[in-house]
């Protein structure tokens, strides 16, 4: 079994301020990792992905997300806010070469000018 | 990545009613998922499509209530039937590339039941 846990609901920073949405999962096998964004009215966008090799991922929009095992996370971070980066992100889960995604219950994030 | 449309991206129907939901994806793909995605909450997996195969359902999810056809390698549909306002939601279509490591999702169709 897989599962998500996206600790904070909503976060909210100020524009220029480091952006830190935290994402925990469980699996009983070496995870695929993801963050996806949606903005207000659309579907999700990938922003970045774990599978293997490189713990550090960089994803779209200057975000970067850290597969840290020992801690079964994979917090998604951005030096620098921007208004445009306010939306809906969730984290998600799947296990290697299988079809089903886990997903968290999303992190609302604002920005505040 | 897929470019993946769905159609229609919104409609208000009545109770009782059924409505049928298109997905079509720029490209051949083997695995097809239909989400939904309830006001204000996660993403919920309701079957899993692959073409030349009956859809797999998860647990609560029923193929009289949300029939699923998979007809070529680019296309899908979702029919949500009987509908209830508790099935007010966005139906997201999702699509498997890149070797089987990433989805990716169609824009949506949001759905309000009176």
């Known amino acids: 079994a897989q599962s998500v846990t996206q600790l904070g609901s909503h976060v909210s920073v100020s524009e220029g301020a480091l952006v830190l949405l935290r994402c925990n999962y469980s699996?009983?096998?070496?995870?695929?990792l993801f963050w996806y964004v949606q903005y207000p009215n659309q579907g999700l966008q990938l922003l970045l992905k774990?599978?293997?090799?490189?713990?550090l991922v960089k994803g779209i929009n200057g975000f970067e997300a850290e597969f840290k095992k020992s801690e079964t996370s994979f917090h998604l971070t951005k030096p620098s806010a921007h208004m445009s980066d306010a939306a809906e992100y969730f984290c998600?889960?799947?296990?290697?070469?299988?079809?089903?995604?886990?997903f968290g219950d999303g992190t609302t994030l604002t920005v505040k000018p | 990545s897929a470019v993946i449309s769905q159609k229609p991206s919104r409609d208000i129907c009545q109770r009782g009613t059924s409505l049928t939901i298109q997905c079509q994806v720029d490209s051949q793909v083997t695995m097809m998922f239909w989400y939904r995605q309830q006001p204000g909450q996660s993403l919920t997996l309701i079957a899993t499509?692959?073409?030349?195969?009956?859809?797999?359902?998860e647990s609560g999810f029923v193929i009289d209530k949300f029939p699923i056809s998979r007809p070529n390698l680019t296309f899908s549909t979702l029919t949500v039937s009987n509908m209830s306002p508790e099935d007010s939601s966005i139906y997201l279509c999702s699509v498997e590339v890149g070797g089987g490591d990433t989805q990716y999702f169609g824009p949506g169709t949001r759905l309000t039941v009176l």
């Open positions: 998600a889960v799947r296990h290697t070469n299988a079809g089903k995604s886990t």
């Open positions: 499509a692959n073409q030349g195969s009956e859809a797999t359902y």
């Open positions: 774990y599978t293997t090799g490189a713990t």
């Open positions: 699996s009983s096998v070496p995870p695929y």
